[in-house]
């Protein structure tokens, strides 16, 4: 059976994962302040690892996808959902503390202090999100900007934000 986790999960739990974060609420499995940077599991001892709208609030981003990436399986997957930087929602919630463009995440692959025993997590997917309950538009625009992503994001296009970054994060050998 695979071992999942759903860190900073709030009210938000999933059926068949850990469920982590800092206050209790119903089917919270475990409390931890996910700003500690040493996670209760053994190094690659998890195979999936899920966190939406949790990472913007942490301290760290980049120590926190270190701890990632120590306590995931090689080829062990993160899916990283975030607000996107030109969403309302990023600067409105006023406990966010960092923000997210579409090459956020490159950073990370190139950087040798994000090495962790030798492997690093890699950009396997990534995705900007429209919300479509609002506009229906966004149906039809979502996958010409997932296209030309640097275009919409260098752009007066911008002007027509998304609401969130969606990013899959495979752990693999340098």
């Given at each position: 059976?695979?071992?999942?986790?759903?860190?900073?999960?709030?009210?938000?739990?999933?059926?068949?994962?850990?469920?982590?974060?800092?206050?209790?609420?119903?089917?919270?499995?475990?409390?931890?302040?996910?700003?500690?940077?040493?996670?209760?599991?053994?190094?690659?001892?998890?195979?999936?690892?899920?966190?939406?709208?949790?990472?913007?609030?942490?301290?760290s981003?980049?120590?926190?996808?270190?701890?990632?990436?120590?306590?995931?399986?090689?080829?062990?997957?993160?899916?990283?959902?975030v607000?996107?930087?030109?969403?309302?929602?990023?600067?409105?919630?006023?406990?966010?503390?960092?923000?997210?463009?579409?090459?956020?995440?490159?950073?990370?692959?190139t950087?040798e202090?994000?090495?962790?025993?030798?492997?690093?997590?890699?950009?396997?997917?990534?995705?900007?999100?429209?919300?479509?309950?609002?506009?229906?538009w966004?149906?039809?625009?979502?996958?010409?900007?997932n296209?030309?992503?640097?275009?919409?994001?260098?752009?007066?296009?911008?002007?027509?934000?998304?609401?969130?970054?969606?990013?899959?994060?495979?752990?693999?050998?340098?």
């Amino acid at each position: 059976m695979k071992k999942k986790i759903n860190l900073g999960c709030g009210s938000i739990t999933k059926e068949g994962y850990i469920n982590i974060d800092i206050n209790y609420y119903k089917g919270v499995d475990m409390l931890l302040d996910l700003n500690k940077h040493s996670y209760p599991f053994e190094d690659s001892s998890i195979d999936f690892i899920y966190t939406r709208h949790c990472l913007e609030h942490l301290d760290s981003v980049k120590l926190t996808l270190k701890e990632m990436c120590r306590v995931l399986k090689e080829k062990g997957t993160a899916e990283i959902i975030v607000p996107h930087f030109t969403s309302n929602g990023a600067f409105q919630d006023l406990t966010h503390k960092h923000f997210f463009a579409y090459h956020s995440f490159d950073y990370f692959q190139t950087q040798e202090q994000h090495k962790f025993n030798g492997f690093m997590l890699y950009t396997k997917k990534i995705r900007l999100v429209f919300g479509k309950k609002i506009q229906v538009w966004n149906w039809l625009i979502e996958p010409l900007v997932n296209m030309f992503p640097d275009v919409w994001e260098g752009s007066f296009l911008k002007s027509y934000p998304a609401i969130e970054l969606r990013v899959v994060l495979e752990k693999r050998k340098c």
